[in-house]
Each structure stands twice: as structure tokens, then as C-alpha cells.
């Protein structure tokens, strides 16, 4: 659009530019054929002067007729002398005096006549009479080469058309250079706008734009805060709807666990009942079939609540990584290695319950960012890979630094597992709020890959999904951006 604008604006200047110089080539044609009819007039009156200037017809038959030029034609010869020329013909058009170049067709009347004619490169205006003379009637004529209109016509390229082809494409540049310079601020501003992180709804100064820019940016200004007011507004929601189910839940799970511990003991131990038998000894049935219900419905109800809760932490976490408010938090020094160990402490158990085997391979490395951050990004991945992934599977922990030839080295962050992995076509997907793989096992909220996505936006790194070792199961990498030198 800008490209346009300048285009346009360009054109709307050049051709006035255009017009004006078609307007002066023809104010010039206009002064030059004023100037000619001068010339014209002036021949005019001339030519009587050189029919007087015959006074005698010739001495003998074959000779000239005497000649005396008047004043006015001597002087008009020698002031325009190789431009003008005369003729003196008898009326059958045979050349009596002058230059035989200087002719025209015998005229009929006595009223003067003009035509041009050719001679040695020069285009000449020649003014033709009969009239009375000492010598009897004849035909006088005289040329002139200093005719502006002649001149005109032949200089129209170099005299007028060039020059003014060249003032009119000097103008040109200099106007396209000054639109480009005019709106270099304009330019800069879409830029700026351009390169702005869908995050960034900051104002724009604008005391930086010119005049004529600063109604447009006051209004992409008024624009961003309300934007910015209504994420505000639904990020607050979200957060605080979190935190505020938060306690509640807990305080529901506590009670969940406790009943289903009370059930537990209340089960008779000749019953020896557990959440996942679902045939009592066959002695006395209807209290076996009771005591199983009690337990199975507690034990669902602890389930749900376990899952509202996780909703209601990752709905945080995913507000929390989301919020503006983390450009004012300062980035620190973070240890992936220290970390991975710690999250290897937290899923051993859940990991070890499920069968599956949780394992570590990580290196001493360090990135620049938000600890708790990272901390939920790792912990959403490995809680999806043992959540999906069958017993007996394997489930590991990496963290190193990634060298690809002259590129500066990146450190990654990798979960694998050998579980059912994610189909190519769902890869784009899955980091999507809410989306679940069609036919999924498990309860998933559909969060988690969103929230880790989420992280690694604000940590300016990439995210690839991948088939794990053998094809099999899913490789979730975390590349982090190189680090400034002495960072």
C-alpha cells in the first residue's frame, strides 16, 4: 500500500510536470510563429523596396536588367548575411537577378505569397510578389534563414523537447527521492508495527511520527490498550478462577483421601479388597457387592477430583505464562541438569506405580529464563509421556548442548517415551488449548502441550514434535536460542 501511495503520489507529480512542459513547448511554437509573422511582415515590406531597386530593363536583349539595391534590402542582405537571399524573375519564372535557389511558383496576382525551401541544411522562408518594376512587370523574391518558425521546427528536438524531457525526468527523481524521504517515518512505523511480538500491545510514541501520521498512531494506540485491557481482563478471569478453585479442591481431594482411606479400613481383611479387584470372596454377597460399590464410587470421586484439580493448575500455569507482566520479571540463570533431577524425584514414584521405567541422561548445562517456568514446561512433558505411555515403557530425561558445524551450540531439553506417539497430521495440532488426539487414552484436559508451547514462546526457543528411538512413541525437544557471549 505504501509502495502505491508513493507511486501514485509520484504520478500526481510528474504529470503536471508533463503538462506544463507540453504547455511551454507550446507558449514557445506561439512566441516563435509571432516572432515569423514579424519576420513575415518585415519581408512583406521589403519586397516593394527590390522591385524599386529594378530601375532599367537590360541594355541588350540577353543581359540583366539594371540593378540598384534600395537601403532597406541592402541592409536586410548584409545583417543576415548567408541566412537571406533575393530572385528577380521575369513572368515565364526564367531568373533575371540573385540566386536561382530562391524560386516558388509564378503567382497569378500581386498579392504576396510564402512558401519554404531547402537549401544547404537550412530551411528558408521565402516571400514572393509580382509587381511593377523599371524593367517592366517581374517576379521578386526574397529568402530569409533566420525565420523562428523555421528555426523551430527544426531545432523542436535539440531546443525544446530535450530539455525539457530532461528537466521533466530530473524532476522526477528528485521527487521520487524526497516521497521516499517523506515517508521514511511512515515506513519505519509499519516496520515497527510489523516486528512487534503479538504480546508487545505497548503504545507507540508518538512524538516520533509526523503530523499528518500522529492520528493514525493515536488511534493504533487507543487500539492496543483496548485490546490490551480485554486480555488483561479474561487473563485475570482465567487466573483467578484458577486460584480461587484451587483451595476448595484441595480441601476436596484431602477429604476424598481421607474417606477412601477410612473405606479401606472398614473393608474386612478376609475381603482384602484394593481399587482395582473387582470380584469379593463369593462369602456373603450383598455385603461384598456394598463394600465394592462404597469403595468404587470413592474411588471415582477421587479420581475427579484429581483431574478438576490438575484443570485447575494447568488453567493457571497456562494464565501465568501468558501474562504481560512476565517482560518486567527479570530472566535468571537457570541448571537444566538440576532441574531434570528434581522432576526425575517427583514422577519416580507415579512412574514406578504404572511400571514404566523413568530415566535420566542429562548434561551440566544452563539457559537464561524463568525457573518456575521451565519447571512446569518439563513437568507437563513428562506428566504427558507417563500418562500415555503403556506399561512396561520407558520414559527419559535429557538436557545437553546441540553443535551444528559453524552455528553457535544451543542447549535442548528432550522427553521420550516409546508409548502410541502422535500421527504427522495431528503434530500442528495438538499444541492447541483443549485438543485431544481422537481415540486418546487417558483423561487428559488437553493443556499440556499448550502450556509447553506457551513457555517456550516466551522463551524465545523452538518446540518440534518427533517418532522417539526405532520410531516408536513420541520426542518432544526443546531448543533454546544461543546465548550472548558472557551471558
Known amino acids: 500500500m505504501t509502495s502505491d501511495l508513493r507511486n501514485r503520489l509520484l504520478m500526481l507529480l510528474v504529470l503536471p510536470l508533463l503538462a506544463l512542459a507540453l504547455v511551454g513547448v507550446w507558449l514557445d511554437y506561439r512566441s516563435a510563429d509571432e516572432a515569423a509573422e514579424r519576420h513575415d511582415l518585415r519581408l512583406v515590406r521589403l519586397l516593394p523596396a527590390l522591385a524599386d531597386s529594378v530601375l532599367a530593363p537590360p541594355i541588350h536583349d540577353s543581359g540583366p536588367p539594371l540593378l540598384l539595391l534600395a537601403p532597406p534590402v541592402e541592409d536586410f542582405l548584409r545583417q543576415n548575411a548567408g541566412y537571406a537571399s533575393y530572385s528577380v524573375r521575369d513572368t515565364s519564372g526564367h531568373l533575371l537577378l540573385g540566386d536561382d535557389w530562391v524560386h516558388g511558383a509564378v503567382p497569378t496576382t500581386h498579392a504576396p505569397e510564402f512558401h519554404s525551401v531547402e537549401f544547404g541544411g537550412v530551411t528558408y522562408r521565402v516571400a514572393v510578389q509580382r509587381g511593377r518594376t523599371g524593367a517592366g512587370e517581374l517576379v521578386v523574391a526574397l529568402a530569409d534563414g ?132 473387582k470380584h469379593p ?18 474411588e471415582k470421586l477421587r479420581n475427579a477430583t484429581r483431574r478438576t484439580s490438575q484443570l485447575a493448575h494447568q488453567l493457571l500455569a497456562l494464565s501465568r505464562a501468558d501474562a504481560r507482566s512476565l517482560d518486567a520479571q527479570p530472566p535468571q540463570r537457570v541448571d537444566l541438569k538440576d532441574l531434570c533431577e528434581t522432576l526425575l524425584e517427583t514422577f519416580l514414584d507415579p512412574a514406578t506405580g504404572k511400571g514404566l521405567d523413568l530415566g535420566l541422561d542429562v548434561q551440566p548445562v544452563h539457559v537464561t529464563g524463568h525457573g518456575w517456568l521451565l519447571r512446569e514446561l518439563l513437568s507437563n512433558l513428562v506428566d504427558n509421556a507417563i500418562k500415555y505411555t503403556p506399561a512396561p515403557g520407558v520414559v527419559t530425561i535429557r538436557c545437553g548442548v546441540r553443535r551444528n558445524g559453524l552455528n553457535p551450540p544451543r542447549v535442548f531439553l528432550q522427553v521420550e517415551d516409546d508409548g502410541p506417539g502422535i500421527a504427522e497430521a495431528e503434530r500442528g495440532r495438538v499444541v492447541q488449548r483443549f485438543y485431544r488426539v481422537p481415540g486418546a487414552a487417558g483423561e487428559g484436559t488437553g493443556l499440556g502441550l499448550a502450556i509447553a508451547d506457551e513457555i517456550v514462546r516466551v522463551h524465545h526457543a523452538s518446540l518440534t514434535l518427533a517418532p522417539g528411538g526405532h520410531g516408536r512413541g513420541l520426542l518432544v525437544t526443546v531448543v533454546f536460542p544461543p546465548e550472548a557471549p558472557g551471558a
Open 146 to 277: 533566420s525565420d523562428p518558425r523555421q528555426q523551430w521546427a527544426q531545432q523542436l528536438l535539440l531546443r525544446v523537447l530535450l530539455p525539457n524531457l530532461v528537466l521533466v525526468a530530473a524532476a522526477g527523481l528528485a521527487i521520487h527521492w524526497a516521497v521516499r524521504r517523506a515517508f521514511k517515518p511512515l515506513v519505519d512505523l509499519a516496520d515497527a508495527v510489523e516486528r512487534r511480538s503479538p504480546r508487545d500491545l505497548s503504545p507507540i510514541d508518538e512524538t516520533a511520527s509526523p503530523s499528518e501520521v500522529r492520528p493514525l498512531v493515536h488511534s493504533l494506540n487507543r487500539l492496543f490498550a483496548l485490546v490490551n485491557a480485554q486480555a488483561e481482563g479474561q487473563r485475570r478471569f482465567v487466573a483467578d478462577a484458577a486460584h480461587q478453585l484451587r483451595t476448595p479442591l484441595a480441601g476436596l481431594q484431602a477429604q476424598v483421601e481421607a474417606w477412601a482411606l477410612m473405606a479401606r479400613a472398614s473393608v474386612p481383611a478376609s475381603l482384602s479388597l484394593n481399587f482395582n479387584k
Open 281 to 298: 470372596p463369593a462369602h456373603d454377597p450383598r455385603a461384598q457387592g456394598a463394600i465394592v460399590l462404597g469403595v468404587d464410587e470413592i
